[in-house]
């Protein structure tokens, strides 16, 4: 579950009601205090995927800002964005991870709706991947540029997960409680990691590896035409993230919530219908990730 309901519980416990926790905690133990924005395995797929499309300068470049822990290896950061958010110096970044629309409201806009819990403007997902690309882009030596690829990485993926860009007041579906099968979740939490693992368990013989292929592939081939719309910004952006959100905000109204009231059991029928959807933004998340890189790498 992610950044949001960690955010809330963790920087704001001096404001979550009292009640809401207790009974959050009561009934369901675990899952809503737990985990990441797209699961572990959502973003090492992501990553992956993109590190294998990047041109050879973008890689370079990209190799040169890892951190020397990470091998070389992009995917070894991606996580680092929900690492550091609850430390101390890293708490202001955990709105950067979402958008909260109004309850209801199917569309984004980025003067009403980026912006964190104390309406500071510009600090959610959308405002934080311009930010990084710029720095990443323009102004490389006032930054510094290892965290702005750590940040771009992680949230060009969040932005993706449909229910990143979700309704304030159920704060993405993570306050969503129901059955994922007899597993008590929440409803973020299905879209971050549950039907990823599943989909990894029964499709790809429980190898993250294999899923990351089969997406890699459909990316060269059945979704050639559309990867390359993917990457193109309609005003010639590196970056278009306003865009990327409107797109996530309206696949949650159109399959995340429905069928995922509280107290619902979500399993195969819901499963099957809405798989095809997460594999996909899997797959756009992968390859604006890439473009974005490799633009910025490209020009002069
Ligand atoms: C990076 O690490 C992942 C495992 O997290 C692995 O699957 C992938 O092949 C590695 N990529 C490179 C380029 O070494
Ligand atoms: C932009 O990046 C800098 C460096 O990490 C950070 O201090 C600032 O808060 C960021 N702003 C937004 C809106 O992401
Ligand atoms: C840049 O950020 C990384 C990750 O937080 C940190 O390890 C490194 O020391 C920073 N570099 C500079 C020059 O501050
Ligand atoms: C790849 O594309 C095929 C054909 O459209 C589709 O059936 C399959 O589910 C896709 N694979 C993934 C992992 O999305």
């Excluded at 990553?47 to 973008?58: K, P, R, V, Y």
């Excluded at 405002?127 to 771009?152: C, K, R, S, V």
């Excluded at 095809?276 to 390859?287: D, Y």
């Amino acid at each position: 579950m992610a950044r949001r309901a960690q955010s809330e519980c963790s920087d704001s416990v001096l404001w979550v009601p009292v009640l809401v926790l207790t009974t959050v905690s009561a009934l369901f133990h675990g899952p809503a205090l737990s985990a990441h924005a797209w699961g572990s395995d959502g973003h090492h797929v992501i990553c992956n995927i993109a590190e294998a499309l990047l041109t050879e300068i973008a890689r370079e470049a990209v190799e040169a800002l890892l951190p020397d822990n990470a091998d070389g290896n992009l995917s070894s950061i991606c996580l680092w964005a929900d690492s550091i958010k609850r430390q101390d110096g890293y708490r202001w970044s955990a709105p950067l991870h979402y958008i909260n629309t109004p309850n209801g409201a199917c569309d984004y806009k980025y003067i009403r709706d980026c912006r964190d819990d104390v309406i500071m403007p510009g600090f959610c997902a959308s405002g934080a991947i311009n930010n990084y690309t710029t720095q990443m882009d323009t102004d490389p030596d006032q930054h510094n540029l290892t965290e702005a690829l750590m940040f771009l990485s992680h949230l060009v993926a969040d932005i993706h997960q449909p229910l990143h860009v979700g309704f304030e007041g159920d704060r993405g579906g993570n306050s969503v409680d129901l059955f994922w099968y007899n597993t008590r979740t929440n409803l973020h939490h299905v879209w971050d990691a549950d039907m990823i693992t599943k989909s990894k368990n029964v499709n790809f013989g429980g190898d993250i590896s294999r899923l990351t292929k089969a997406l890699l592939k459909n990316i060269t081939s059945v979704w050639k035409r559309d990867a390359k719309a993917w990457s193109t910004c309609g005003g010639g952006e590196i970056a278009c993230p306003d865009q990327y959100a409107r797109e996530s905000v309206k696949l949650a109204c159109q399959f995340a919530y429905p069928d995922a009231r509280r107290g619902a059991v979500l399993s195969d029928a819901y499963f099957q219908t809405r798989i095809p959807v997460a594999h996909k933004r899997l797959a756009q998340a992968a390859v604006r990730l890439a473009s974005i890189l490799n633009a910025i790498y490209t020009e002069v």
